[in-house]
């Protein structure tokens, strides 16, 4: 039986700007198999966070494929590609990316509305994905009550609380100061371990991709070698 979750194939993505292509991944080929803890590392600019975004079908490839379980996620419509993402997709970004007026119950709940969940199963799926991230005593706080790494568990909240197959994680530390830093990771591998969630995590910081159980090292848009810890 094939445990992988991701299958990307020659994956290659360019930019275009009037008559100049820049090209940001060459002819990518990786595997990220169900319940793995991946960290994709490299420098700025080495094309990290456009392959998540490839991943996340937030953008879509030059050439190439890219499978997630049974979807071909470049072959979507734009409608399908939406409703794909809300269903298999949690995303954890750097700058939390909250809406500042709304409480954390509200922020988590965002991601339901595009369900056919009633107003009261939100609520409750919203407060047991808070309470999984050990917010249940901010429901009601706003964003700027909260500190850095709260908000970033707010954020983690709002990417789990569809149950999503995959999350994608861009710099969720970067943020952060060491201490609240290593709080966040010790949640994305308890969701990893015990959940059994399949963790994406884009970071330049080694201190981070300890945590994952293989190391993805890009280079100039492409793969240029692979390590487990």
Not at 19 to 45: C, D, Q, W
Not at 176 to 195: A, P, V
Not at 210 to 224: C, E, N, P, T, W
Request: net charge neutral; with cysteine; charged share 25%.
């Amino acid at each position: 039986m094939n445990d992988s979750l991701v299958r990307i194939e020659n994956l290659s993505k360019e930019f275009q700007r009037g008559s100049e292509v820049t090209p940001v991944l060459a002819g990518l080929r990786l595997e990220i198999r169900r319940g793995e803890f991946l960290a994709l590392m490299g420098p700025s600019g080495s094309g990290k966070s456009t392959l998540l975004n490839l991943i996340g079908g937030l953008d879509r490839p030059t050439r190439g494929s890219i499978a997630v379980g049974e979807d071909r996620v470049e072959t979507l419509s734009d409608s399908a590609l939406t409703a794909w993402r809300a269903r298999h997709i949690g995303f954890v970004f750097q700058f939390y990316n909250l809406m500042p007026s709304l409480s954390a119950l509200k922020n988590v709940e965002l991601p339901l509305l595009l369900t056919h969940l009633s107003s009261s199963q939100r609520r409750k799926h919203a407060e047991t994905a808070l309470e999984i991230v050990g917010l249940t005593h901010r429901l009601k706080h706003y964003p700027h009550q909260l500190s850095g790494g709260e908000q970033q568990r707010v954020g983690i909240a709002r990417a789990i609380v569809t149950d999503p197959t995959l999350l994608l994680c861009d710099e969720p530390t970067g943020d952060l100061d060491r201490k609240s830093g290593d709080e966040i990771l010790g949640l994305l591998e308890g969701l990893n371990r015990q959940q059994g969630k399949t963790v994406l995590m884009v970071t330049h910081d080694p201190h981070a991709s300890a945590r994952a159980s293989r190391i993805v090292h890009l280079d100039k848009g492409r793969l240029v070698q692979e390590a487990v810890s």
